[in-house]
């Protein structure tokens, strides 16, 4: 079974349901214009985000997350385009089966120089990898064969680059989809295209 949402509105697929819902979403189009028509757009509140005590000490486990749940292997992915306001604001994808084991992907605002594309794989405590990126839109991936995922990104939506290959071991169902967060201030919008998930066909992690 394969599923897509392209969130063309009025409503979204009934299987997918929010974790938190944000102060205000749309469908077919967000407020900035900035951001083009169409998708998904969430503007998350201030306060918001998902880590788990490593170096910070703080456990944060309020941000948006749209998702259903899902059973075995699968292929994970979105469009999102940024409209950043603030030191942190951050969205991408999530996979999760609680507040101590979840991974998510996305790129993080950074005022200072480019912003953060990066992984971060909970399993009790958070740890974080990252890359230098600038740029307005990413195309997102994650693949999970079994306790292995490996997490990828797109410029184009055809060339995909592996970023990491790490290892969460989660029961079924998990929660998998689109999150957002402002761990700082409102005022960010992020829009995302579709989310797409499939069954893994071919069981490996490169092309």
């Not at 030191?87 to 912003?115: H, I």
Request: hydrophobic share 35%.
């Amino acid at each position: 079974m394969n599923f897509r949402e392209e969130f063309r509105g009025p409503d979204f697929d009934p299987e997918l349901k929010w974790y938190n819902p944000p102060p205000e979403f749309s469908l077919a189009g967000g407020s900035s214009p900035d951001v083009l028509a169409g998708g998904l757009s969430i503007r998350p509140a201030k306060n918001t985000d998902f880590w788990q005590k490593t170096y910070y000490g703080f456990t944060p486990d309020n941000g948006h997350f749209l998702c259903l749940e899902w059973c075995g292997n699968f292929v994970l992915e979105t469009r999102v385009h940024f409209n950043f306001a603030n030191q942190f604001d951050q969205a991408g994808l999530m996979v999760r089966t609680g507040p101590e084991r979840w991974l998510k992907t996305g790129v993080e605002y950074q005022l200072q120089g480019p912003s953060s594309l990066g992984v971060v794989i909970t399993h009790v405590a958070s740890d974080w990898s990252m890359t230098d990126f600038q740029g307005s839109e990413v195309y997102l991936r994650v693949k999970r064969i079994g306790d292995a995922f490996g997490v990828y990104h797109a410029l184009d939506g055809q060339n995909w680059r592996l970023m990491r290959l790490g290892e969460l071991r989660l029961g079924d169902p998990v929660q998998v989809g689109v999150y957002a967060c402002c761990p700082i201030d409102a005022g960010f919008e992020a829009r995302f295209d579709y989310l797409d998930v499939s069954p893994i066909i071919d069981e490996k992690f490169h092309d």
